[in-house]
């Protein structure tokens, strides 16, 4: 494959998975309701049932139902787990050292604390 023809893939990938069909297919349906309403009303009125919400079309009802059951089909999928990092754990220990710093205590300033490593390191680590 040629390297257009791969960027063009990916843009259509890329496109249909963050749901640019559905932004597609609405501006059409927006389009052809427009047409049909102002064939028998104004153009500002045709424009104001277009949007209101209370007037959908039989596609639009159609892309509402489809993306109602992606995003159901999204929300059922398992939620994983990020892995606490060492850093969080130590961010939270620090504002907690401050925190008992405020009662009374002398906070810890890990930036200057140093310590050398246990050698052998020990085996429950």
């Not at 890329?14 to 501006?27: A, D, E, I, R």
């Not at 959908?56 to 995003?71: D, G």
Request: aromatic fraction near 8%; include cysteine; hydrophobic fraction near 40%.
């Amino acid at each position: 494959m040629s390297k257009k023809a791969v960027r063009l893939l990916i843009i259509l990938l890329l496109f249909w998975v963050t749901g640019g069909q559905w932004v597609v297919l609405q501006s059409l349906a927006w389009v052809n309701m427009v047409r049909d309403y102002s064939r028998t009303d104004t153009v500002c009125h045709a424009i104001s049932n277009t949007f209101d919400g209370n007037h959908p079309c039989p596609m639009c009802r159609l892309i509402q139902k489809q993306r109602s059951e992606e995003s159901k089909n999204q929300k059922s999928a398992p939620e994983v787990k990020k892995p606490e990092l060492f850093l969080v754990a130590y961010a939270d220990l620090k504002v907690t050292l401050i925190r008992v710093g405020k009662i009374g205590f002398t906070p810890l300033d890990f930036q200057n604390w140093k310590q050398a490593p246990l050698s052998p390191p020990p085996k429950t680590a």
